[in-house]
C-alpha cells in the first residue's frame, strides 16, 4: 500500500459516503474504479447520485472501467490557499473523460508527472493512492 | 408576464470598502444597519418604512435587522439560494415580492466580514473550518481530496477550456484587468488604484494556471444596500427613480453546481453559465445587447468577464478574446464600457452589490465615471453554480 508521488496530504481524503457514492468508495479499495450506469437508458452517473438525469430510473449497475482517459480541462495549482499544502505546489488538477464511459467527467489530481507537459486533450492512467486503511483515492499519470 | 417598470430602486447605501479583516471593530449587523439607513436616507424614506428584505448568497437575519433598527412590520423575507450568483437577482426578488403584493418597500443586502478563519477564496477547503467553508458532502467528496478548494482554482478550468477552443489569449484577461484598474484610478472609494500595464500583468505570479494575482478578485469587508419599491412611490422621492425593466435567475439545468461538479455539457461548459438568464433578462425588458448603454458584469476572475460578454450577446460566443482585446469594453472609448467603478477586480468584492450601486449611481448621471446620456444598464451577479442572475435598470 503506498501513494503515489506528489500526492496531497492524507487529511484531505476524507470522505463521507453515503448510499449512493459508498459502492465507489469500497471498489477503490480493491483497485477497481468503477462508475455507475443507469440498468433502464444506460446513462453514465457521476458522482454517483439517486437518480438517473435522462430517465429518472433509479438503479444502477457498477461498471468496472480501465481508467483510460483524456485531459478535457486542468489547472496547475501554484499557490498554496491552505497552509498545509505549501510542500504540494505545484500540482495539477484536471477534468477528465474516459474512454469506456462516455458522458462523465471527474475531477481527480494528475500525479508522477512533469506538471507543465500536461495540455488538453493529453492522455492519461491510473495511479492508485492509497491514502490509509479506509480511503483509497483513484490519482492518474500522463500515459507514456 | 415580467412586471416591466413597475418598480425601481431609490436608493442605494455602502460602507466604505476594507481589506479583508480590516471592518473590525464594527460588527456585522452594525455594517448592515449602516447601509440600509444610508440608503433610506439616499431614497429620502424613514427606515420605519421598511417592509420587506430581498437576499442572496446566505442573506441576514432579518430579525436581527428588524429588532435592532426597529422596523415597525416585517411582510416579505426570502432568499435566493445559492452564492455570489444571485447578487443583481436579489434585486428582482424584491421587484418580485413587491409586485406579488408581498411588501412596498424592500432592501437587498450584502454585508461581508471575513475575519480570521472566514475566508472565501478558500471557501471549498474541507479543513477550513471558518465561516465561508462549506459543509462536507458525499458531493464535495469528488472535489476536495483532489485540493480542488478555490473558486479561483476552479474557474481557471473553464478558463482553459475557453482558450484551448477559441485560442483566447492571456492579453484578453489583461485588458480586463488594466480597463477595470483605469476606471478605479480617480475613483476615492476605489482600493487599488495605481495603473497596471501589460507588462505589470505577464510578470505577475501565477496563482492556478492560466489565472495570475491581477485575474482575481479582491477579498474585502464592507457593506452594500440597495431599496426597491413600486415605481408610483418611487417617482415622489428624493432620486430619479431607477426602474428594474428586467430580471431574471436561473441557469440551463445541467449547469447546476458548476464549478463544483464540472460535469456541464460540452455546449456550454466554457461558459459562464448565463445563456438563459441573458435570453430571459433581454426579453423582459424588451431590450438587446445593443441598447445596453453600460454593463455591470460580475468580475470575480477575469475570464468569467470575457464569458459574459458572449453570453449577453456583445460579440459571439469564442470572440470575447478579440472584442476585449479590441478595446471595446473602455469607458468613453469603447462600445460598451464594462465595470466602469471598477469592479471587483480595483474597487472592491462585496459579492455584486457595487455593481448594483454603480447602474444606479450611472442611470442618475451621478457616477464618477460616467457614460454620456446612459439610459439602460445590465448587471450581472456571479457566473456560479445555479442561480445565476441578472437585471436590466433603465432611468
Redesign the interface.
Known sequence: MTRPAGA?PA????????A??EPF?LANREQRLTIPKCVNCGTFR??P?PFC?SCRHQEVEQVEISGAGTV????????A??P??AD?VP?V?A?LEFDDAPG??????IVESDVDAVR?GSRVELAWDHVDDE?T?PRFRLAG | MFPKDETAVVGVGSTPYYKRGASLPQTKIEMACKVILAACEDAGLSVEDVDGFAYYSGGFDTGLIAQTLGIPEVRFTATLTGGGGGAAGSVGLAAAAITSGHANVVVSLMTLQQVTGARFGAAFASKGGGTYSRPVTPEMDFVTPHGLFAPGQMFSMLAQRHMHLYGTRREAFAEVAISERENAVNRPTARFRDRITLDDYMSARMISDPLCLFDYTQENDGAVAVITTTAERARDLRKPPVYVSGAANGSAGRWGQAIMWMGMPDEYFASSGHRTVARDVYARAGVTAADIDVALLYDHFTPMVVMQLEDYGFCEVGEGGPFVESGAIRWKTGSIPVNTHGGNLSEAYIIGMTHVKEAVEQLRGEAVNQVENAEVALVSGGPAPTPVSAIILRK
Not at chain 1, 72 to 79: A, G, I, Q, W
Open positions: 496531497l487529511e484531505f481524503a476524507d470522505v463521507h459516503p453515503d449512493w457514492t468508495w457521476f458522482p447520485g438525469h478535457y480541462t486542468y489547472t496547475v495549482v501554484r499557490h490557499v491552505v498545509s499544502l504540494s500540482y488538477i477534468v462523465v467527467r471527474m475531477i481527480a489530481n488538453i480511503v483515492v
